[in-house]
């Protein structure tokens, strides 16, 4: 059985940095890719970022290229995103998730994962 544990969210000023966690226990960790998403307040859950099993490639919605950057570490099975930046717009409770198949490229497609968090709030305020 699968299991995601995120960390790292809280309530920061506009401008600040964040750093997510996500522990990931129950999978092969290193063949599959992970993902970050985001659900708003009366908004629909959306792609984050993601990246594949080895690290070596990655994905970013346009509203956070250049201010967060995902990794993943596959001796401590976990994976990271450090946000930098944040703006009142990327409050949100962010939730991360594995790849349904292993040795696929990441993807921005929800329905690609499978597996999902319990998701931690991020708040930025102006």
């Known amino acids: 059985q699968v299991q995601l544990v995120e960390s790292g969210g809280g309530l920061v000023q506009a401008g600040a940095s964040l750093r997510l966690s996500c522990a990931v226990s129950g999978r092969t960790f290193r063949n599959y890719a992970l993902g970050w998403f985001r659900q708003a307040p009366g908004k629909e859950r959306e792609f984050v970022s993601s990246i594949n099993g080895s690290g070596g490639t990655t994905l970013y919605t346009d509203s956070v290229k250049g201010r967060f950057t995902i990794s993943r570490d596959n001796l401590k099975n976990t994976m990271s995103l450090q946000m930098n930046s944040l703006k009142p717009d990327d409050t949100a409770v962010y939730y991360c998730?594995?790849?349904?198949?292993?040795?696929?490229?990441?993807?921005?497609?929800?329905?690609?994962?499978?597996?999902w968090g319990q998701g931690t709030q991020v708040t930025v305020s102006s």
């Open positions: 998730a594995v790849m349904r198949s292993p040795w696929l490229p990441p993807s921005t497609r929800e329905a690609s994962y499978d597996s």
